[in-house]
T-cell receptor, first 110, second 115 residues
């Protein structure tokens, strides 16, 4: 399974756009890239998933370059409630085994 | 419909005792996963089920850990002769099928404390 690398922590202010980049140099052809969000004392929650190019939903955008060796989660106009840990995952097509790294702890300040 | 539920929400036990943790997945989800999260750490994969079978048990830390699933529904994670290093939050998730492009829905977790 491809290993991922992302910043340990990031700080931002309310109303700013936040971009969290994840490196996954060994991504396999059939791997999807998925991001989860985890608030304290809760289980992780799916945010967005993509395979290539750009994916956008009501919560975030995911940018994936052509070589797919990295991906960037973009959170528009963050609020205090976006303070959480964000995990980038790259999983195989079978089994759904998700390997969670340390994640990025995002702190949004007023 | 209801999400993934887990019980108990908190469990305090003494070293050497056995514990059972329960997970009720979303109805119709064929895949079920168990993870462990130590304080301040990311999630550690333990085991997953496709139906009632466990194709991948590679994450179980030792033979003191076991899990079963019945009726393609409820799953139980059992830890025998608990040790202090077993203290963690145990999270269960379910998905429509066992592949990485199906969203995993997580339960609230069981916080296990071994004294």
């Amino acid at each position: 399974l491809a290993k991922t690398t992302q910043p340990i922590s990031m700080d931002s202010y309310e109303g700013q756009e936040v971009n969290i980049t994840c490196s996954h140099n060994n991504i396999a052809t059939n791997d999807y890239i998925t991001w989860y969000q985890q608030f304290p004392s809760q289980g992780p929650r799916f945010i967005i998933q993509g395979y290539k190019t750009k994916v956008t939903n009501e919560v975030a955008s995911l940018f994936i370059p052509a070589d797919r060796k990295s991906s960037t989660l973009s959170l528009p106009r963050v609020s205090l409630s976006d303070t959480a840990v964000y995990y980038c995952l790259v999983g195989a097509n079978q089994g759904g085994k998700l390997i969670f790294g340390q994640g990025t702890e995002l702190s949004v300040k007023p | 419909g209801a999400g993934v539920s887990q019980s108990p929400s908190n469990k305090v036990t003494e070293k050497g005792k056995d514990v059972e943790l329960r997970c009720d997945p979303i109805s119709g989800h064929t895949a079920l996963y168990w993870y462990r999260q130590r304080l301040g750490q990311g999630l550690e994969f333990l085991i997953y089920f496709q139906g009632n079978s466990a194709p991948d048990k590679s994450g179980l830390p030792s033979d003191r850990f076991s899990a079963e699933r019945t009726g393609e529904s409820v799953s139980t994670l059992t830890i025998q002769r608990t040790q202090q290093e077993d203290s963690a939050v145990y999270l269960c998730a379910s998905s429509l099928a066992a592949n990485s492009y199906n969203e995993q829905f997580f339960g609230p977790g069981t916080r296990l404390t071994v004294l």
